[in-house]
């Protein structure tokens, strides 16, 4: 089991250029999160970076004004987390606000379809006959799923957060922070975050336009939506640098109100938390895992569904149904990390160096709880971790959780270019991602993972950090 060793931060305060009353120990705290003056502590909404910033928004807005404009038929394609529920819920409700009269939703079901704008999720999008497909949280690695929908004579618009592979899609228009000569200064943005600002400037090319005057309707103020943002942004555990930190910020103040989305107060009801005093504590360890549990064992739509209810009484309902599928959730990962225990346990007696790049499979695991599992075993060995279960019959699906300094995605990545045939697909970023490769392959894959490893990390590197202010 890894130590971790406690260091304190080496920060110099005396960098900071902050006011004279703010203590040094503050000072010290801040400058350890690259906060060097009272300018970057701003936590308005005027504070946020502009969308003008993100490479390919202009292009992303035409298409959606021209879609709006000629009342073009809409389907959202989401993610089957809390980031993609909460992306596809917040652009679902705001197009309607903004005056679509056909826009829906289509997320697809881990076990049926897998992750992403697939080929095979393009033929089931295609039988409700959208005239644009928008990815929320996912795309930018579906080359064959884009080129799919093309066929069909669907244009598709990519917004995402992933790190981009070797090729992009030939998607209508992109947006992605990550994507490369986007100067976006925040790369930390999650699904829900391209979102919204997607959707701000959508907004503001309408108003320039005329366009709510012209439908007389009412114009949507962003801001009460912003609870979405703050879950998704949270839940997704993407680093809460100032941008996202404002973005949240303003989420929470949304549901103290009660004004909020009426799903996410049920929500709360049901996990015994209070919304009005809401924290990030509470999206992160009790609203966030019960729509997360719904992608890993059942349906995520529920989840969605719960997320666009107007209805107090179904909401309510939704959420409760949410609280049951995660308690089976929780129920299925502490079996599987018992069994996990005993196999790192057997491994441990058995041989007398463990791999540095762990690759667990037991046939009974369940693929939608594995990247919970790998997080958990991440944690107690602080080392990469990749676990399997059964997808299919001869088929494995994997998920894989990283330790600071090892880029996940970029390790498999490596292990394909160097072992073609091994996996049949991968995706993700630096510190998650998922792949698939046929069972044959097992034994390969871990020994080609543990090489990768060892030649990216250093035994230094396994030494977990716990890292004090002081």
């Known amino acids: 089991m890894a130590k971790g060793e406690i260091r304190q931060r080496p920060v110099d305060p005396s960098r900071g250029d902050f006011d004279a009353a703010m203590p040094e120990w503050m000072a010290r705290i801040l400058v350890a999160r690259d906060i060097y003056s009272d300018a970057d502590i701003g936590d308005q909404l005027t504070d946020l970076h502009h969308p003008e910033d993100l490479a390919g928004i202009s292009a992303a807005v035409d298409l959606l004004e021209k879609h709006l404009r000629q009342q073009k038929s809409i389907l959202i394609l989401g993610d089957y987390d809390a980031d993609g529920a909460t992306s596809c819920a917040l652009m679902v409700r705001l197009l309607r606000a903004m005056g679509a009269a056909q826009v829906g939703f289509l997320v697809p079901n881990r076990f049926d379809y897998g992750y992403g704008l697939t080929p095979e999720i393009v033929e089931v999008a295609a039988q409700s006959k959208p005239d644009l497909i928008i990815t929320v949280d996912n795309g930018i690695a579906s080359i064959e799923g884009v080129d799919a929908a093309c066929r069909l004579g669907i244009q598709v618009l990519i917004t995402d957060h992933h790190l981009p592979g070797r090729e992009l899609p030939r998607a209508d228009a992109i947006v992605n922070p990550n994507q490369a000569g986007c100067e976006f200064p925040s790369k930390n943005l999650a699904g829900v975050g391209v979102a919204f600002y997607l959707l701000s400037a959508l907004r503001k090319r309408l108003r320039e336009n005329g366009w709510f005057e012209e439908k007389k309707i009412l114009e949507p103020k962003l801001a009460n939506w912003l609870d979405l943002v703050a879950l998704g942004t949270v839940a997704d555990v993407v680093p809460l640098d100032r941008n996202n930190r404002v973005l949240v910020k303003a989420g929470l103040k949304i549901m103290r109100s009660g004004h909020g989305n009426i799903g996410i107060r049920n929500l709360f009801s049901v996990s015994g938390r209070d919304w009005s005093k809401a924290t990030s504590i509470d999206l992160g360890f009790a609203i966030g895992p019960r729509i997360n549990a719904a992608g890993r064992l059942n349906d995520i739509s529920i989840g969605v569904q719960c997320l666009l209810q107007e209805d107090e009484f179904e909401a309510r309902r939704l959420a409760a149904e949410l609280h049951e599928i995660n308690r089976d959730r929780r129920a299925i990962e502490k079996q599987m990390q018992v069994e ?28 939608g709880v594995v990247g919970l599992l790998a997080s958990r075993v991440k944690e107690r060995f602080h080392r990469p971790v990749v676990a399997f279960a059964r997808e299919n019959l001869g088929e494995l699906k994997g998920s894989g959780r990283s330790i600071t300094g090892f880029h996940m995605r970029d390790a498999l990545d490596a292990v394909a270019t160097e072992n073609p045939g091994l996996i049949r697909k991968f995706g993700g970023h630096a510190m998650a991602a998922g792949l698939s490769l046929p069972e044959k392959n097992l034994q390969a894959f871990s020994e080609a993972f543990d090489q990768v490893v060892k030649r990216q990390l250093t035994e230094t590197d396994l030494q977990q950090v716990i890292w004090t202010d002081g």
């Open 340 to 367: 996990s225990d005993a196999m790192l346990k057997e491994l441990e007696e058995s041989i007398e160096v463990m791999p540095w790049g762990l690759s667990l499979f037991k046939d009974s695991w369940h693929q």
